[in-house]
């Protein structure tokens, strides 16, 4: 029994032995920090940009059109309202002063004492075209007016005024006030004129007020007694006119438009535009014809100190006429005039050669040039004109150049040892691109430009010299690489801002025409090639 | 003293519990010690020689196998300041195409059993926990962890990343019956067990397929997933369940063993066993993970020039919204409530032994396990020494996992009624373990009651011998 204890007891303890010296090799938070070094593969970026979304990431989206066929055209220059008449220039009606004086008589005195009694009517007649003899006003409705009555009265009566428009309504019912009663010494009273239509078929332009008094029976007037009234008749607003506003002419001042076409752009190098157009469009919703006349068209670069002014060649299409739309429509009427290199000798050609960044417009609009009509229009009417230059992108490009710029931010990236860029860049345009990246601080200086002191070039797409478009199925495609060691990529912590510029020759450096379409895209292929370091903790801490 | 005897060996294995770490079965070098009552549990026809035994509850049997494709030092390096270095070329050099990690375990509970009807059946009874899981691990998923997408293992080329799993944890209520036929030549036995299952993950499908392009570098990735769980979904409350829950959560399942044993002579014997044909029904606290779109190609080419420019303003994002962008692509779908069979990973032993005497006996034996549509073969042979009836030792030499070292051994020792067993298929693993990649290791603790002497059965009468008349002489 005691032996066989004893091998039990030595068995065990050399187990125990064992197990313990081997509990070290598990004690696994003693392993070491790894330093794990993975090489990875990564796509970062595959996209295609077209024309219309390169111009929405530079901002300028509201410069574009695009047809029904994909062409593209700038729109070099654009404003509302180059050329406006609105109803205040056409008819102003002065204000008309007049005066009721009325002093009694003993035999009035005695009349009043016994009964009531009327003083005869006094009317007063006004000319509401005075100012300008070639207005015929026909009917009027009045959207602000006003009456104005001062009164001074020596005497206290019951009585009253009535001021009747005797040509006339007000919804209908004619229009009349009654002012009263008599109070000695001053008051005021004003007539709203508002939404009163005076009716002059029968006598054009003249309206006539009548004056009315009544005063009640009463110890009061007495022979002496003085009414001393002023009245001022005011229609500073017409809310509709008819009749005729005579044959007139308008010079407004020269006007300009600023140039807007490239937000971002750097400069326009030298840029040819195949069959540039500039239209104008006058928006007439007053019920009169007019003639346009354009004085003056220049363009002017205020860099280049060049100027052109293209007035003369406008020839026979400088005069044009927009009509008066009928009086019953509801839309106004659109009136455009094209200018191409067709109708003004190639002028369009000269005037957008210089690049300009104004352009100087003067016209001149006759209304009722011809014959005599009918003439109306309302508080809300207005002509005006929408100047207006597309430019197909068509022509001919050298030295075109864009530049955008990027917020940008990256701490230091302990982990990453190096990375090699590639780019694929597959180029439906037929444009020719010469592109740097640059990162630079917030003062804009340079840090580290990514092709470092070269270009990536990267060539158009062929074209046809037919259709002047890119073959079919044929693109330009450069490949690049770029590579990023420890160091550089430490310097771009300091970077603030990525900036993008590029400089696009159409074919043969910029010779020969091209035609950019809204579906031609620019393919992006961008990946990177990344060699990590990074310690990991193992083991429990 | 009797109470020191039975003690002192209780207090020396729960210090030895202390210190003991379990790696991650074959059971090959116990399938021959016949002085172990356990052997039952790999050949139900294997009737222990004693009358009675109990095994210590949760002291009887402790048994884990572990397979590895790579040793700990192909891993790790104790350095001279006693820190370990972990040796990741070392390993990627070492591991295969294709790996498994396979891990056996088992626990009892309870074990008893014992002769009924004049020794001429033996049953027992038994409670045991077992685990078994199976990793497959492929090569390409470590390449391209390590060394990133460029290693020219993966760079360029198509290749599965996918590794799959296959875990099973189960409670196993056993009763075997076992007897005797044609005059004790043949020795047979079954064993029927009712499965509990706790936690449970069986891959069906499992691809990921990744390539990079190395022209642009374009990833490419097609997922086809199917993997059902039980148990898993919620695992941080596993243990909150109430008691009953715990022990039969509702997943129920059936098994049987079945054994025999045949005596050809005195000195031969040939035996097989097929173990744990069976399954378990899982219905408890199911998730089956499903790819969303099985098949489908999913390509990750980059993101669009507006969303690169965005991240201008905060580069350190990239790396992030590349990795969403990753797995904003592969949907996995998780569906709830999804009732599925899982097989056991049937074991099958065909074995003989030969016996020149009493005490010595050589045995040989062919094994299998079925698992994860893998077979996994082992062989070995094996000489067991039975040393007066305290002391059994076994010497194996057993061919598995790809390993031609393995030298395995047994002692079982009897000191009164307590047993001591200690068994590995891989003796020089469990010294050496640092060098081996594959292990094994059971023990435990049993009374043994050998009850009264068998009465001798009775003779035969001698048939006298009737000599034959003589010629008669005339």
Redesign the interface.
């Given at each position: 029994?005691k032996i066989?204890?004893y091998?039990?007891?030595v068995?065990?303890f050399i187990?125990?032995l064992?197990?313990?010296s081997?509990?070290?090799?598990?004690?696994?938070n003693?392993?070491?920090p790894?330093t794990?070094r993975?090489?990875?593969?990564?796509?970062?970026?595959?996209?295609g940009?077209t024309f219309e979304m390169a111009l929405k990431?530079t901002g300028g989206e509201n410069n574009f059109y695009i047809d029904d066929a994909g062409d593209i055209s700038m729109l070099y220059y654009f404003r509302d309202n180059a050329f406006h008449i609105s109803p205040g220039d056409l008819l102003t009606i002065p204000s008309f002063p007049f005066s009721y004086n009325h002093q009694f008589t003993t035999e009035e005195q005695q009349i009043i004492s016994t009964q009531d009694m009327n003083i005869t009517p006094v009317d007063y007649v006004f000319n509401l075209a005075e100012n300008d003899p070639n207005v015929e006003i026909d009917k009027l409705l009045v959207k602000e007016g006003t009456v104005v009555v001062n009164m001074n009265n020596t005497f206290n009566n019951d009585g009253h005024f009535v001021i009747r428009f005797l040509n006339a309504t007000k919804n209908g019912i004619p229009f009349s006030h009654i002012t009263g009663p008599f109070i000695t010494g001053s008051s005021s009273d004003t007539i709203d004129l508002s939404n009163v239509l005076f009716d002059l078929l029968s006598s054009p332009n003249r309206i006539t007020v009548r004056v009315e008094c009544l005063l009640k029976k009463s110890d009061r007037p007495i022979a002496n007694d003085m009414i001393l009234d002023d009245f001022t008749l005011k229609i500073p607003k017409v809310g509709r006119f008819e009749g005729y506003l005579g044959q007139r002419t308008f010079n407004p001042n020269q006007a300009s438009v600023k140039v807007t076409v490239f937000n971002n752009a750097y400069t326009l190098g030298d840029v040819y535009f195949e069959d540039p157009k500039a239209s104008i469009t006058l928006v007439n919703s007053i019920g009169v014809p007019a003639r346009i006349t354009i004085r003056k068209l220049k363009a002017t670069n205020s860099v280049s100190g060049f100027s052109q002014d293209i007035t003369d060649k406008l020839g026979e299409n400088a005069v044009f006429s927009v009509p008066s739309p009928s009086i019953t429509a509801t839309e106004p009427v659109l009136k455009s005039v094209d200018y191409s290199n067709a109708n003004t000798g190639n002028s369009m050609d000269v005037l957008f050669n210089i690049k300009p960044d104004y352009v100087f417009y003067q016209i001149t609009a006759e209304i009722n040039p011809t014959k005599r009509g009918i003439n109306f229009f309302t508080d809300t009417s207005s002509m005006y004109a929408n100047l207006l230059v597309k430019l197909p992108l068509y022509g001919h490009f050298d030295h075109l150049t864009v530049q955008d710029t990027?917020?940008?931010?990256?701490?230091k990236?302990k982990e990453i040892e190096s990375a090699n860029f590639?780019t694929?860049i597959v180029n439906g345009f037929p444009l020719q691109a010469k592109m740097q990246v640059y990162f630079t601080d917030k003062t804009f200086h340079k840090i580290d430009s990514m092709a470092g002191n070269n270009c990536i070039m990267i060539k158009e797409a062929p074209v046809d010299p037919v259709t002047h478009l890119p073959q079919p199925g044929m693109f330009g495609e450069k490949d690049t690489s770029f590579f990023y060691d420890r160091q550089r990529m430490d310097n771009l912590v300091n970077a603030d801002y990525?900036l993008v510029r590029a400089v696009l020759n159409s074919s043969d450096e910029g010779s020969t025409n091209v035609k950019i379409k809204a579906t031609q895209t620019l393919k992006?292929?961008?990946?990177?090639?990344v060699k990590?370091k990074k310690n990991l903790e193992?083991g429990k801490k | 003293m009797k109470k020191r005897i039975i003690v002192f060996p209780i207090v020396t294995m729960i210090l030895l519990l202390a210190t003991f770490r379990v790696f991650p079965q074959h059971d090959l070098t116990l399938y021959s010690m016949d002085k172990v009552p356990q052997r039952i549990y790999l050949n139900p026809s294997f009737i222990p020689e004693q009358k009675t035994y109990v095994g210590i509850p949760f002291l009887s049997g402790m048994h884990t196998t572990i397979a590895n494709p790579f040793s700990y030092n192909n891993v790790l390096t104790r350095e001279a300041d006693d820190s370990l270095y972990f040796e990741a070329e070392r390993f990627l050099d070492k591991i295969s195409k294709n790996n498994h990690i396979n891990l056996f375990t088992s626990f009892d509970f309870l074990s008893v059993g014992g002769k009924i009807s004049k020794d001429r059946f033996f049953i027992n009874f038994g409670i045991r926990e077992r685990t078994s899981l199976n990793v497959y691990l492929p090569e390409n998923l470590f390449y391209m962890l390590w060394y990133g997408n460029t290693t020219p293992q993966v760079y360029g080329k198509q290749v599965n990343i996918s590794p799959a799993l296959n875990a099973s944890v189960y409670d196993e209520w056993s009763f075997t019956f076992s007897g005797y036929a044609l005059k004790k030549k043949l020795t047979y036995g079954a064993t029927v067990k009712y499965l509990s299952g706790r936690i449970n993950v069986t891959t069906k499908k499992s691809t990921f397929d990744f390539y990079t392009d190395p022209d642009n570098y374009n990833i490419l990735m097609r997922s086809d997933f199917e993997v059902q769980t039980s148990g898993i979904n919620d695992i941080d409350s596993y243990l909150n369940q109430r008691v009953p829950s715990l022990i039969f959560p509702g997943n129920n399942g059936f098994a049987v063993d079945l054994g025999a044993n045949y005596q050809i002579n005195n000195h031969f014997s040939v035996n097989a066993s097929v173990l744990d044909l069976g399954f378990i029904n899982w219905r408890s606290r199911t998730m089956t993970l499903v790819s969303h779109e099985p098949g489908k190609e999913f390509t990750y080419n980059g993101m669009s020039m507006h969303e690169f420019a965005d991240l201008f303003s905060d580069f350190s994002k990239f790396g992030t919204k590349v990795l969403d962008s990753l797995k904003h692509l592969i949907h996995i779908d998780s569906v709830y409530d999804v009732k599925y069979r899982s097989n056991l990973p049937a074991r099958f032993n065909i074995g003989g032994s030969y016996s020149p005497d009493e005490k010595n006996h050589i045995n040989i034996l062919l094994n299998g396990i079925s698992s994860a549509h893998h077979f996994y073969p082992a062989l070995s042979v094996s000489y067991l020494f039975n040393w007066t009836r305290y002391l059994g030792l076994t010497v194996s030499y057993n061919l598995f996992n790809r390993q031609y070292t393995n030298f395995g051994g047994g002692i079982s020792i009897s000191a009164g009624p307590m047993q001591l067993y200690l068994v590995s298929d891989n003796l020089p693993g469990l010294i050496f373990y640092k060098g081996t990649n594959n292990t094994s290791f059971q023990f435990g603790i049993n009374i043994l009651l050998k009850g009264k002497a068998a009465k001798p059965e009775p003779k035969e009468p001698d048939t006298p011998v009737i000599p034959a008349p003589e010629e008669t002489k005339q």
């Open positions: 029994m066989r204890l091998k039990f007891l068995l065990s187990f125990l064992f197990f313990m081997c509990k070290k090799d598990f004690e696994f003693k392993i070491k790894l794990w993975p090489d990875l593969a990564i796509p970062l970026v595959k996209d940009i990431e990027f917020a940008f931010s990256m701490n990236q590639k694929n990525i992006l292929n961008f990946s990177a090639e990590l193992t | -």
